[in-house]
């Protein structure tokens, strides 16, 4: 009778574990990385891209390029553990041809990545671009939205906004940043990131009025932390807490400390400019795709790090220093979202 039990037992935790499988079906994720220049050798008159040749002042040259390229495939396999990343957000790409050649030219020709990409009007030539495992992601539409202030548009990059199935079973929308940066310093900047959060603001909330609970992904660099002015106060991107409200946006990495983490390293300090922002519908999924506040996390690969002789503990491993060359990844660190699919 004992035994009888026994395997009654095991039989029912076999069947728990079996409907919760299919209840839970695959991972997905997205990345996001800002790549820290990735431009071509070539010089485009029509961009300050000049330093970017062989004859430069950075003496950028193929094999420097190859070396890039090699070292951000590196990364992006790795980033998500044993699954490549489905959807991968790039900032700081020149232009479409560093994505084929990223895609075909590195171990990422072994997956079906297809690309997504626009010109921008960035006065230096980079651009907010995207790649898709069309295996696992069909997209359904894309468009590219100018930062405008008093209805001029800026020169800088634009909003990118992808719409699309993931694995065949629910509509995601996904916005890609590049905003402003602070090279002119913070406050003569500030109007320009608060432009482009209020672009953003204004097409979640298109969205918010055209769809019943749209399932909403933001990433970027923001050029702010998220508790500044034009994150928290235009986009209304909070800190994750119940309840959870669908029409709302919540910035996954809103209280991440940053005594001795975060995205990117200025001196002795570290800034979380890199961020995820989801709507609430993703988080109180009762159906289809839905994210965990825990699985949005900053990459911390060990080789994406190198000593910081200076100010001390670690540092961002670049490719450049001023205008020494380091071989290095980037001076960003990538930030990653994993999600899940309930049927």
């Known amino acids: 009778m004992a035994t009888r039990f026994v395997w009654l037992i095991l039989l ?13 079906t695959a991972e ?3 990345l996001f990385y800002n790549v820290e220049n990735l431009f071509d050798i070539h010089d485009d008159p029509f961009t300050e891209d000049d330093g970017f040749t062989p004859g430069g002042e950075l003496h950028w040259t193929s094999k420097r390029l190859s070396q890039k390229l090699l070292n951000l495939s590196k990364v992006i396999i790795n ?7 489905d959807i991968v957000v790039f900032a700081e790409i020149e232009n479409r041809q560093m994505l084929e050649k ?47 202030i008093d209805s001029v548009a800026l020169n800088t990059r634009e909003l ?31 109007d320009l990131r608060k432009a482009a959060a209020s672009l953003l603001e204004s097409k979640v909330e298109e969205l918010f009025e055209k769809f019943k609970s749209p399932k909403i992904v933001i990433v ?15 986009l209304k991107a909070g800190k994750y807490e119940l309840p959870v ?31 995820i922002i989801v709507s609430g519908s993703l988080l109180s999924a009762g159906s289809g795709l839905f994210v965990k506040p825990e699985n949005a996390k900053i990459i911390v690969l060990p080789y994406l790090f ?17 205008f020494t060359y380091n071989g290095g990844f980037s001076d960003h660190l990538p930030v990653l979202l994993q999600m899940n699919s309930v049927n």
């Open 28 to 30: 997905f994720s997205i």
């Open 12 to 24: 029912f935790v076999c069947f728990s574990v079996y409907s919760s499988a299919q209840k839970n």
């Open 220 to 234: 970027g660099d923001f050029n702010d932390n998220p508790e500044d002015e034009a994150l928290k106060n235009i």
């Open 79 to 85: 980033a998500s553990g044993w699954n490549i990343p």
């Open 102 to 148: 990223l895609i075909n030219d590195t171990p990422l020709k072994s997956f079906p990545f297809k690309i997504i990409h626009k010109e921008s009007p960035d006065h230096r030539g980079i651009d907010v671009g995207m790649i898709y495992n069309s295996a696992s992601f069909s997209p359904i539409e894309y468009k590219y939205y100018p930062v405008l």
């Open 245 to 275: 409200v669908d029409e709302k946006l919540y910035n996954l990495l809103f209280d991440l400390k940053r005594d001795n983490q975060g995205s990117l390293k200025f001196q002795s300090q570290w800034f979380v400019f890199d961020q």
């Open 160 to 190: 990118m906004y992808v719409s699309g199935v993931l694995n065949g079973t629910d509509t995601l929308h996904i916005f890609g940043n590049h905003w402003p940066s602070r090279y002119s310093g913070f406050l003569e900047t500030k």
């Open 306 to 322: 190198e000593d910081d002789k200076k100010f001390g503990g670690k540092k961002p491993f670049r490719t450049y220093y001023g």
